[in-house]
T-cell receptor, first 112, second 112 residues
Framework: DAGVIQSPRHEVTEMGQEVTLRCKPISGHNSLFWYRQTMMRGLELLIYFNNNVPIDDSGMPEDRFSAKMPNASFSTLKIQPSEPRDSAVYFC??????????FGPGTRLTVT | LAKTTQPISMDSYEGQEVNITCSHNNIATNDYITWYQQFPSQGPRFIIQGYKTKVTNEVASLFIPADRKSSTLSLPRVSLSDTAVYYCLVGDRGSTLGRLYFGRGTQLTVWP
């Protein structure tokens, strides 16, 4: 089992550019979570999906952030336009209903 | 959603037993208590989960008193590699609305 796969692992971009982060959950898992981690705010849940349907997006900071899950094996988190304050590590996690979340290695985003 | 309170940081020496206590006064009847571990530059990793009394696995023990308003994660004979952030979470693992609040966690530093 390859675990949760995220790409890219590192992203450096300029303010105003569009950023797309990608996640492939563990096969068979029916929930997917996007988190953001910074020193100031710790680990924050942005949005999560259950059976490909967004359930709770109350953690999405503003309209510049959007997330999609077109099928059970793929999800994207898009930031447009990006700002320096979006710099953080973004984690994707997946879960089989009722059990623990499995986290990916994260994408370190730097917006200059 | 039950919120948790845990120490920001703890220090220990190799070979000692470490106990990290977490308060969750508003825990609901259906809530489980889960602990995650996060090493630098990695995503959090599930280590143990329990509902009441005591749970033990190869990594740690979890002690939960009868009122369930707190829990204690016990790490026996820690080593340098146990240096990590430990998160206490409370939630209904069986619910579709299965979001978990990670908070800031406890930074455990193990010294030689």
């Amino acid at each position: 089992d390859a675990g949760v796969i995220q790409s890219p692992r590192h992203e450096v971009t300029e303010m105003g550019q569009e950023v797309t982060l990608r996640c492939k959950p563990i096969s068979g898992h029916n929930s997917l979570f996007w988190y953001r981690q910074t020193m100031m705010r710790g680990l924050e849940l942005l949005i999560y999906f259950n059976n490909n349907v967004p359930i709770d997006d109350s953690g999405m900071p503003e309209d510049r952030f959007s997330a999609k899950m077109p099928n059970a094996s793929f999800s994207t988190l898009k930031i447009q336009p990006s700002e320096p304050r979006d710099s953080a590590v973004y984690f994707c996690a997946s879960r089989l209903q009722g059990y623990e979340q499995y986290f990916g290695p994260g994408t370190r985003l730097t917006v200059t | 959603l039950a919120k948790t309170t845990q120490p920001i940081s703890m220090d220990s020496y190799e070979g000692q037993e470490v106990n990290i206590t977490c308060s969750h006064n508003n825990i609901a009847t259906n809530d489980y208590i889960t602990w995650y571990q996060q090493f630098p530059s990695q995503g959090p990793r599930f280590i143990i989960q329990g509902y009441k009394t005591k749970v033990t696995n190869e990594v740690a023990s979890l002690f939960i008193p009868a009122d369930r308003k707190s829990s204690t994660l016990s790490l026996p004979r820690v080593s340098l590699s146990d240096t990590a952030v430990y998160y206490c979470l409370v939630g209904d693992r069986g619910s579709t609305l299965g979001r978990l609040y990670f908070g800031r966690g406890t930074q455990l530093t193990v010294w030689p």
